[in-house]
Every structure is written in structure tokens, then in C-alpha cells.
């Protein structure tokens, strides 16, 4: 298929290269210079790209850079095919993203929203998991893309629902991995060796994904963006603001988004949100 993937960050980038690892035409774009994946053709703009694209894929930061990318100045709507299909991947709010699939289908295409989940090792793997919001039937056109970067897809509901599941995927991801890091520090602090308190936490039923795909990054103390804290922070805040939409009270969120805070004023956005442990670290002085 004729693809134009945009955002070429920590996800995006091996997205777009296992695309063009399948044998798909890719066109690639994004906002700074100097990244390009192999095999695929650089566009100077998200219009350029999208031009003659079937699909235009999307991986970028924020609900800003979604709409940048889409309808900007020399943005996808500028050379959108009637008939294409537009798959967000960035994590952003559902509402905002229902306002952009409005947008795209007055335009004659069609519009998804696929946020992913397996972080960094997952999407250079294409083990991802997709959580879709779309039509059935284009959710099925999509099914040979979503194999290709992906071990599976699972469509939710309509439009906005991949984004409101994933949010509260990753409120899980968030509260489950500050769990973790408080026992680890409440542990230590106490005077408890952390080997044998990991074999005890992977025997229990306190073991979970997150705990074994963090843990040995956190034992050799590797706090390099797999997921950068300012991302998993723009997330709690989305979840929070949904949460409001929706009159929903998430104690348990609020107060980890001021840990998270307090971590990115210590200098930590761009690390791992795992580096939030250092945080709670300095706070009870222990390491
Ligand atoms: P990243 O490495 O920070 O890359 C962000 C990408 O967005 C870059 O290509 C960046 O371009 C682009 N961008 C930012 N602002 C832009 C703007 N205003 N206009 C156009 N492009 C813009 O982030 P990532 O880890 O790949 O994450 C991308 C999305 O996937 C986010 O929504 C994130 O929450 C989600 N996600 C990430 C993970 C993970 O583990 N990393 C897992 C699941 C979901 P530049 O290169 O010019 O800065």
C-alpha cells in the first residue's frame, strides 16, 4: 500500500520502518531534520506526504501536534485523497479526536484512532498491541498494517474509544509502576536487601508486566526515555481531564500526578517515567 507515516520519535520511526520492512510504499515526515527511516522516501511537509498516500499514518506527541500535522499550514487535509484512511497513533484526548475525524470525513476519508501499547521494545519488534476506535470495516482494511507493526488490535468501539480505553490503560500502567517504586524505597529503607524482595514480588501475585519490564532497568539504575516522563505525565493529565468530563474521581491519579511534578521539577522529563523513583528516593534518603 501507498503510506505516508508522520512522526518519526521513540515509536514512530520503528513503525514506519517495519512498514517499509514488509514492502510497503512509505513516505515519511517530521517536524525536525535529520530523521529518515531506510527504504523510505522523505516528504518536505505533511502535505507532500499524504499526496497519492491510501493511508496516512500518524505518531506524534501531542493533541497540538495532531492538529498541526493534520490541518496546519501545509498540513495531511491540504492533499487527503477522498477515500483514505487517517490512523492517529499518538496518544491524545478521545474528544479532541473525535473533533479531528469530523474534520477528515467532510474531506471524503476516513479517520482512526489507534494508540498503542509495548513502549519502545514493542514497537521496534512490531509486538504493539493497537487499541482501536473506528468502523468495523475499516478497522478489517487495516488488519495487514496493524500485523505488520503489531502482535494484535483490538477495536474497542467507534471512533474515540481506542483513545479512552488506552487512557485507562495506562492510569494502570502509571498507579502499578508508583506501587512498585514506593515498596522498593519503603523496603529499602527498612533495611531489605532488594534481590530477595524481588524473587519474593516475581513468585507473588504482586508480580505484574509492569514490574517485569521495568525492574531490570530500574536494578541497573538505566533511566533512558523508553517512555520519556513528560509523555506518561501528558497522559495522567488527559486521563484527569477526562475523568473530569466524565465526573469521575481518581484519587489515586491526582496524587501521583504531583509526584510526577515534583520529579520533572527535579530534572527528570526526559527521562524514563520509571526516574521517578529517584524521586521518592531523594525524598525518603535512600537509593
Ligand atoms: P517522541 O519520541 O517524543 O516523538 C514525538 C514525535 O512527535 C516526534 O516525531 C516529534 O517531532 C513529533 N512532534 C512533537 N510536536 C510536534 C508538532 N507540534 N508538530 C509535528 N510533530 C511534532 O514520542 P514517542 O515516544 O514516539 O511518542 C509518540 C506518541 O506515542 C505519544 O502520544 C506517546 O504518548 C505515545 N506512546 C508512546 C509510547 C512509548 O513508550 N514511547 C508508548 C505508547 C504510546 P520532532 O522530532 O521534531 O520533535
Excluded at 517495519?18 to 515519511?28: P, T
Excluded at 534481590?195 to 533511566?223: E, T, W
Excluded at 504531583?258 to 525524598?283: C, F, H, I, P, Q
Aim: proline share 3%; hydrophobic share 45%; net charge positive.
Amino acid at each position: 500500500m501507498r503510506i505516508a507515516f508522520l512522526g518519526l520519535g521513540i515509536m514512530g520511526k520503528p513503525m514506519a520502518q517495519n512498514l517499509v520492512k514488509a514492502g510497503h510504499e512509505v513516505k515519511v515526515w517530521n517536524r525536525s531534520s535529520g530523521k529518515s527511516v531506510d527504504g523510505a522516501h522523505s516528504a518536505s511537509s505533511p502535505k507532500e506526504a499524504a499526496r497519492d498516500a491510501e493511508i496516512v499514518w500518524l505518531c506524534v506527541s501531542d493533541t497540538k501536534a495532531v492538529e498541526e500535522v493534520l490541518f496546519g499550514d501545509d498540513g495531511v487535509i491540504g492533499s487527503l485523497k477522498a477515500g483514505a484512511i487517517v490512523v492517529d497513533s499518538s496518544t491524545i484526548l478521545p474528544d479532541a479526536s473525535l473533533k479531528f475525524a469530523e474534520r477528515v470525513r467532510k474531506n471524503g476519508a476516513d479517520f482512526v484512532d489507534a494508540p498503542v501499547t509495548g513502549s519502545k521494545v514493542g514497537a521496534e519488534s512490531g509486538q504493539l498491541i493497537f487499541i482501536v476506535g473506528a468502523r468495523a470495516e475499516t478497522f478489517e482494511k487495516l488488519q495487514p498494517l496493524f500485523s505488520v507493526m503489531g502482535k494484535s488490535a483490538v477495536r474497542v468501539g467507534a471512533n474515540g474509544k481506542g483513545l479512552a480505553a488506552k487512557l485507562s490503560m495506562n492510569l494502570m500502567i502509571a498507579l502499578t509502576y508508583e506501587g512498585f517504586a514506593e515498596a522498593l524505597v519503603l523496603a529499602k529503607k527498612q533495611g531489605v536487601e532488594v534481590k530477595p524482595l524481588m524473587s519474593l514480588i516475581n513468585q507473588s501475585m504482586v508480580r505484574s508486566g509492569v514490574v517485569d519490564y521495568k525492574a531490570p532497568f530500574v536494578m541497573a539504575r538505566d533511566f533512558s526515555a523508553n517512555f520519556p516522563m513528560r509523555l506518561m505525565h501528558k497522559d495522567i493529565r488527559l486521563m484527569l481531564e477526562a475523568a473530569r468530563q466524565n465526573g469521575v474521581k481518581l484519587p489515586g491519579l491526582e496524587t501521583v500526578d504531583k509526584v510526577y511534578e515534583s520529579s520533572a521539577r527535579e530534572g527528570n522529563a526526559n527521562l524514563d517515567y520509571a526516574a521517578t523513583l529517584m524521586t521518592l528516593e531523594k525524598a525518603a534518603g535512600v537509593s
